[in-house]
């Protein structure tokens, strides 16, 4: 099941629009309707019994969010996974992507099915990189007409999208009147990808970097990837810095336990530029690896 909360569109409907009814929204910027503030969207944050709350008529797997009429962010719920990643659907004239699957095979299933509801233009699935709760949602897409599907791991991803000189340059992806940028950000694993696309104005960073615990298991390679990342959006215009998850709380420092699975008091979702030219000047200034507090998130080496 899937939750949809569109307080700001309420007449203008993405399913199964034509090509050129999406041409038309994206040469208008995409700003069909007032675009929704993330920083006060309630997200589904688990519940306090997970086992009652799946039995409830209520339970939805993902919780759907429309920014604009043709960008939409779902999340899973915290009691179908702890993890509770955001996955991100961008839509063009011609066809669709999306990044991630979820940490659930059965959430797979009823992210397709919302998907399709959504829109029924050949879909690229593609991921912010390539740990289990990103794409255990893949099987549902693999085979689907009208479906791609993207690898995992360095090669795959360099080979799908055609990079020349990874991770040092950027590829594009063309949706149709919206062409969306890729930047190899590798350190947490070796295939991560920054994404920007200039209709929402977002920069996805994946588990590179989000509230809560940024895993680094390449040193180097991360230093250099925020590195490249702060250089990279500066001629951008950039409304949300968004990542995969939220682990921290409200409260500056202050992370929720690892598999949580209730989070009432959590941060919201966006970051800004500043939090990337926050975390490159840390890292700069580190000579070795250290965990480090930064308020709305924590630099975490892990061996």
């Known amino acids: 099941m899937i939750h949809t909360i569109n307080n700001k569109l309420q007449s203008l409907s993405v399913a199964r629009c034509s090509s050129l009814a999406f041409t038309l929204l994206l040469l208008q910027g995409g700003h069909a309707q007032a675009d929704t503030d993330l920083t006060s969207v309630s997200w589904i944050h688990g519940a306090q019994n997970c086992e009652t709350a799946r039995t409830e008529p209520g339970y939805v797997q993902w919780q759907e969010v429309r920014y604009q009429s043709n960008t939409i962010i ?43 509801e959504i829109t029924d233009l050949p879909l690229i699935v593609a991921h912010s990189h390539g740990h289990g709760d990103h794409i255990k949602g893949d099987g549902a897409f693999s085979g689907q007409e009208g479906t791609s599907l993207v690898g995992v791991g360095a090669d795959a991803v360099q080979s799908f999208f055609g990079f020349d000189n990874w991770p040092q340059e950027q590829a594009e992806l063309e949706l149709g009147g919206r062409t969306i940028s890729l ?67 409200a409260d500056a420092n202050v992370d929720y336990p690892i598999r949580t699975t209730y989070q009432p008091d959590e941060r919201s979702l966006p970051l800004a530029p500043s939090d990337i030219l926050k975390l490159h000047e840390t890292l700069m200034s580190l000579e070795e690896p250290e965990r480090t507090y930064l308020g709305s998130f924590v630099i975490w080496p892990v061996n």
């Open 183 to 249: 930047l190899p950000t590798p350190g947490h694993t070796d295939d991560d990808l920054a994404y920007y696309d200039p209709v929402s104005q977002f920069v996805v960073t994946g588990d590179t970097l989000y509230p809560g615990r940024l895993y680094v298991r390449n040193w180097s390679a991360y230093r250099a990837s925020i590195a490249r990342l702060n250089a990279w959006i500066q001629e951008k215009s950039v409304s949300y810095v968004l990542g995969t998850h939220i682990e921290m709380t």
């Open 74 to 116: 779902f999340r899973q719920n915290k009691c179908s996974n702890y993890e509770a990643p955001f996955v991100y659907l961008f839509i063009g004239a011609q066809r669709s992507l999306l990044i991630d699957t979820g940490a659930t095979e059965e959430g797979g299933a009823s992210l397709l099915a919302a998907i399709r």
